[in-house]
Nanobody, 121 residues
Framework: QVQLVESGGGLVQPGGSLRLSCVAS????????MGWYRQVPGSQRELVAA????????YADSVKGRFTISRDNAKNTVVYLQMSSLKPEDTAVYYC??????????????WGQGTQVTVSS
């Protein structure tokens, strides 16, 4: 059974940090690329960061230098999104996804349930 379960969202002040975690079933983690998307009401879901099964990463321009995606290969099932220097415009529901990366884009096949991140003073 495919499962992606996010955690780590919450309320943070501008300039603060949060780390999101996504626990994936082992079969997913082993064979798929992983990514983090975000969505605000009324907008399309956008790719924020992605990491291949081999560890190559790419980021949306809006988060470069502030967000870091990583895979915990020791645990073999966890993908993280470390978010720093957060801005109010980072407020969104963040979704973990598994799929295929091609260049700077990703075709997601599986989704998590999402976790809310709110950046506000």
């Amino acid at each position: 059974q495919v499962q992606l379960v996010e955690s780590g969202g919450g309320l943070v002040q501008p300039g603060g940090s949060l780390r999101l975690s996504c626990v994936a079933s082992a079969s997913i983690f082993r064979f798929f690329d992983m990514g983090w998307y975000r969505q605000v009401p009324g907008s399309q879901r956008e790719l924020v960061a992605a990491i291949t099964s081999g560890g190559s990463t790419n980021y949306a321009d809006s988060v470069k230098g502030r967000f870091t995606i990583s895979r915990d290969n020791a645990k073999n099932t966890v993908v993280y999104l470390q978010m720093s220097s957060l801005k109010p415009e980072d407020t969104a529901v963040y979704y973990c996804a598994a799929g295929r990366i091609s260049g700077a884009s990703m075709t997601p096949g599986y989704w998590g349930q999402g976790t809310q991140v709110t950046v506000s003073s």
